[in-house]
């Protein structure tokens, strides 16, 4: 099993970047996937989660109408639009696979070795 983040870096406060998961060795279409981020000193918090088909998806408050994900069941593929980034948006990025959306805790099946985005003020 591989989940593979890519697309952080530094990026400017207003600015935008998308991140991409390309995954591997399990059945994408049947999870529902999430993007969830670690900031230092942080707790761990759900960023948005794309249910099977992309049917429903989910955002943290903290990020609606900034982010957009979204995925491709030909490719195994997650993305996540991010738009209008803050200075708070600082963190590490992972995608996972998950048994419901939103997350609500369940936990995750897999998830990747994340992407490091960071924005300057």
């Known amino acids: 099993v591989q989940l593979l983040e890519s697309g952080g870096g530094l990026v400017q406060a207003g600015g935008s970047t998308r991140l991409s998961c390309v995954t591997s060795?399990?059945?994408?279409?049947?999870?529902?996937m999430d993007w969830y981020r670690q900031a230092p000193g942080k707790e761990r918090e759900g960023v948005s989660c794309?249910?099977?088909?992309?049917?429903?998806?989910y955002y943290a408050d903290s990020v609606k109408g900034r982010f957009t994900i979204s995925r491709d069941n030909a490719k195994n593929t997650v993305y996540l639009q991010m738009n209008t980034l803050k200075p708070e948006d600082t963190a590490v990025y992972y995608c996972?696979?998950?048994?419901?959306?939103?997350?609500?805790?369940?936990?995750?099946?897999?998830w990747g070795q994340g992407t490091q985005v960071t924005v300057s003020s």
């Open positions: 996972a696979a998950a048994w419901g959306c939103p997350n609500n805790g369940v936990g995750y099946d897999y």
């Open positions: 060795g399990f059945s994408f279409d049947q999870y529902d």
């Open positions: 794309s249910s099977t088909s992309d049917v429903s998806t």
